[in-house]
Structures are given as C-alpha cells and as structure tokens.
C-alpha cells in the first residue's frame, strides 16, 4: 500500500486545504480529508490521491488517525489545533505550519512545521512520509503518554491555566510585574 495522510478540520482556506490539495496531486500516497465542508469550492477537482469522508465521530476520528501514517494540518492561521495533540498521542507523525500555535506545545520528533501558505514547503513534507511500523506507533504513543504534552482538551486546559498563571508571576510580565509598565525593572 501507500502512505496514509490523514487532515482533519473544516474544509475551508483557514485550515490551508486549497496549498494541501495542490501539495499532494501526484505525489505517492494517499489523502484522507475529514470534516465538515465551509467552502465548497475547496474540494472541486479533487486530486485522485485524496478522498473526501465527510464529519466523523471523535471515536473514528481517533481510529482513524491510529490507521494514518501522518497526519497533515496545514493552517493559515490557528491558534492553537488541539487535533495535532490527537494525532500525536496516537502515535502519528504530524505535518503542520509556522502558523499553528499547536507547534509550540509539542516536541519537534513529533511533527514537522513548514511555513504557511506554501504548496512547494508542503509537498517537499509530505513527500518524506513512508509507512509507520507498528513498533514505531507503539514508541511514539508511550513516549508522548510520559511526556506530559497535551492530548485531550482537559489536559490542554491545565497546561494553558498554568502558563497563564506562570505570566501572572511577579516578574513574568503580569499583574505584580514591574515590566507592565514598560519600564522594565525601574518600577
């Protein structure tokens, strides 16, 4: 078979479907995209490579990113996609971009970044996916189950409460902190 690359996220040009679509047409894999459609116009003349599955459950969601060997969110913009964290904690290796906020919460071992916006960055990416072993998934998934990254939205939650708490610290820049002044430590 072929590599799997799975996207996940609403098909539309905020989620970077238009530069993925142009990214992956003829390279030797296979596309999965999964979500609900906000721009019909982005899934016309989809590529033979790509297959369009429509809203998922979060359980199909999950096996499905258990069955991909990436998975691919190349975003224009996001704050912070909180499915990249999914995805990693099933093991998957994941493709996203500079403009995901997603990428400062994980390892690098766990994904790669490229910049937005850019079908040539894109495609140079995902043309280096091969098929995941088995073992490869399984040291993947205990690594990041030990790691302490988020992979649910309740550990998501904690770890924003706690850097936002980190900032509110005298000192960080917060409530407290000389450096809300902008005079730095002169007070």
Same mark, same amino acid.
């Given at each position: 078979?072929?590599?799997?690359?799975? /996207?996940? $996220? !609403? +098909?539309?040009?905020?989620?970077?479907?238009?530069?993925?679509?142009? =990214?992956?047409?003829?390279?030797? @894999?296979? +596309?999965? +995209?999964? $979500?609900?459609?906000?721009? &019909?116009?982005?899934? %016309?003349?989809?590529?033979?490579? =790509?297959?369009?599955?429509?809203?998922?459950?979060?359980?199909?969601?999950? #096996? +499905?990113? *258990?069955?991909?060997?990436? /998975?691919? @969110?190349?975003?224009? %913009?996001?704050?912070?996609?909180?499915?990249?964290?999914?995805?990693?904690?099933?093991?998957?290796?994941?493709?996203?971009?500079?403009?995901?906020? =997603?990428?400062?919460?994980?390892?690098? !071992?766990?994904?790669?970044?490229?910049? *937005? =916006?850019?079908? &040539?960055?894109?495609?140079?990416?995902?043309?280096?996916?091969?098929?995941?072993?088995?073992?490869?998934?399984?040291?993947?998934? %205990?690594?990041?189950?030990? *790691?302490?990254?988020?992979?649910?939205?309740?550990?998501?939650?904690?770890?924003?409460?706690?850097?936002? #708490?980190?900032?509110?610290?005298?000192?960080?820049?917060?409530?407290?902190?000389? %450096? #809300? *002044?902008? #005079? $730095?430590?002169?007070?």
């Amino acid at each position: 078979r072929r590599p799997l690359v799975l /996207f996940v $996220g !609403q +098909l539309g040009y905020r989620k970077g479907v238009p530069y993925l679509l142009d =990214a992956i047409r003829n390279l030797p @894999l296979d +596309l999965q +995209l999964v $979500g609900p459609r906000v721009s &019909r116009v982005v899934l %016309e003349h989809l590529p033979s490579n =790509a297959e369009y599955l429509g809203p998922k459950s979060n359980q199909e969601v999950a #096996r +499905l990113m *258990s069955e991909a060997d990436c /998975f691919v @969110l190349p975003s224009i %913009e996001d704050a912070c996609a909180l499915v990249i964290a999914e995805a990693v904690a099933q093991g998957t290796p994941v493709i996203t971009t500079d403009q995901n906020g =997603a990428s400062e919460l994980l390892s690098p !071992q766990d994904l790669t970044v490229v910049q *937005s =916006a850019d079908s &040539r960055s894109l495609r140079q990416a995902l043309s280096q996916v091969t098929i995941l072993d088995p073992d490869d998934r399984a040291e993947r998934k %205990e690594r990041i189950a030990t *790691s302490g990254s988020p992979s649910t939205w309740s550990e998501y939650g904690r770890q924003v409460v706690l850097r936002c #708490r980190l900032l509110e610290a005298p000192g960080m820049g917060g409530p407290g902190s000389n %450096e #809300r *002044s902008g #005079r $730095g430590g002169a007070g």
